[in-house]
């Protein structure tokens, strides 16, 4: 099976498991300002440090481009064999949700490529685009990537030669929350199965997503 339709059976498959939680799932799953279930918060808001990436569109990707927004953002990178295209299929599947929640600011999810050696701009336009065009993509070089993926609490690594033109990137799997004023608040993790691959669950990310956005408007109304 060539890599196209790898892809292409994973976004179908994912789509059809959110259509299911939408309709089975979430009427009585969803939070609706309670407190999250599965959201794993850090202790305090992290502020994201100054750094400059290129999106892929071509345009400066900093800082302001996550303010007055909850970005969802994902390391990963589009040779990424498995857990990059189901995690991006999965949170295509409840993007529609996602945008029907009762929030002062949008949700966004924000794809970040690690692997800038074989991620052209045209490249991850294309891959990003396959899944959802409103989706943001960007990437830089790895003096820039490295600091910001370690201010964000994460971190990832190239374990063998790029001489060989299938090397694989270690990196995490979990999906990072990103508040409107542009701080890390925290994660939501994989779920690790016996057999299965550790991504982090889309029907969670719904679940919780209610509760801590109409939290962040409470408080930013005092």
């Given at each position: 099976m060539n890599r196209r339709i790898f892809v292409g059976v994973v976004a179908l498959l994912a789509l059809l498991t959110g259509v299911f939680g939408?309709?089975?799932?979430?009427?009585?799953?969803q939070?609706?300002?309670?407190?999250?279930?599965?959201f794993q918060a850090y202790p305090e808001p992290r502020a994201i440090a100054p750094f400059s990436l290129t999106d892929s569109k071509g345009k400066e990707f900093n800082q302001a481009s996550l303010e007055n927004q909850w970005s969802l953002l994902f390391l990963g990178y589009?040779?990424?064999?498995?857990?990059?295209?189901?995690?991006?299929?999965?949170l295509n599947s409840i993007y529609p949700?996602?945008?029907?929640i009762d929030s002062e600011f949008p949700i966004k999810v924000v794809f970040i490529s690690i692997d800038p050696n074989r991620d052209s701009i045209a490249r991850l336009d294309e891959y990003i685009s396959y899944f959802n065009p409103n989706f943001i993509a960007a990437t830089g070089?790895?003096?820039?990537?490295?600091?910001?993926?370690?201010?964000?609490?994460?971190?990832?690594?190239?374990?063998?030669s790029t001489d060989n033109p299938n090397y694989l990137v270690d990196h995490s799997a979990s999906v990072i929350l990103i508040n409107p004023k542009a701080q890390v608040i925290g994660r939501f993790k994989p779920k690790r199965e016996p057999g299965k691959l550790s991504i982090s669950d889309a029907q969670q990310i719904l679940n919780d997503m209610p509760g801590i956005t109409s939290s962040f408007n409470l408080n930013s109304a005092l």
């Open positions: 939408a309709i089975y799932l979430s009427p009585t799953g939070s609706n300002g309670s407190s999250p279930e599965y589009t040779f990424c064999p498995d857990i990059c295209p189901t995690t991006m299929a999965e949700q996602m945008q029907a070089e790895h003096k820039a990537l490295f600091p910001f993926a370690r201010n964000l609490g994460m971190m990832y690594a190239i374990a063998e």
